[in-house]
């Protein structure tokens, strides 16, 4: 059993491992297809070029990202999937918050639920445009 463990040794040492490739970003995808997060965010990528995914610091001393973010225009567009969002109390409660803390800083917010972006995604985009349109 000890020359088992000496053996690995010896086949690492003549065989190093090649270096890892750099991981490559994968859109996460539900068993139907993409996730509605990438669906909206593919869409809104191509209208509008200077959106930001996953947006740090909106709110200063915070950690938490917006899920599509407009700085410029401090538009925060959010995805609300239920299993995230609505399933469980205390993430219910993290997002109210989190809203109240973005608006109190100056941030408009738009929220969209996975229906909305699988059903109708020109009118999230249309909703998205109306806001980016408003005087700030």
């Known amino acids: 059993m ?3 463990g000496r ?3 010896r086949v690492a040492s003549e065989m ?3 270096p890892a490739a750099p991981a490559r970003p994968r859109a996460r995808r ?3 297809g993409p996730t509605p997060h990438d669906l909206l ?3 809104v990528r191509a209208r509008w070029p200077q959106a930001e995914r996953e947006l740090p ?3 200063e001393g915070r950690k938490f990202r917006i899920d599509i973010g407009f700085a410029a225009a401090r538009l925060a567009v959010e995805v609300d999937g239920f ?3 609505g399933k469980h109390l205390g993430d219910f409660k ?3 918050e989190r809203q109240n803390l973005l608006t109190v800083a100056g941030w408009r917010i738009l929220r969209f639920t996975a229906a909305d972006i699988r059903q109708t995604p020109e009118r999230c985009l249309e909703l998205i445009e109306a806001a980016l349109l408003l005087p700030q």
């Open 2 to 4: 000890d020359d088992l």
């Open 7 to 9: 053996g690995a040794w």
């Open 16 to 18: 190093p491992l090649k």
């Open 30 to 32: 539900t068993s139907t």
């Open 41 to 43: 965010w593919d869409a």
């Open 57 to 59: 610091g909106a709110v």
């Open 83 to 85: 299993a995230y969002h």
């Open 94 to 96: 993290r997002d109210r």
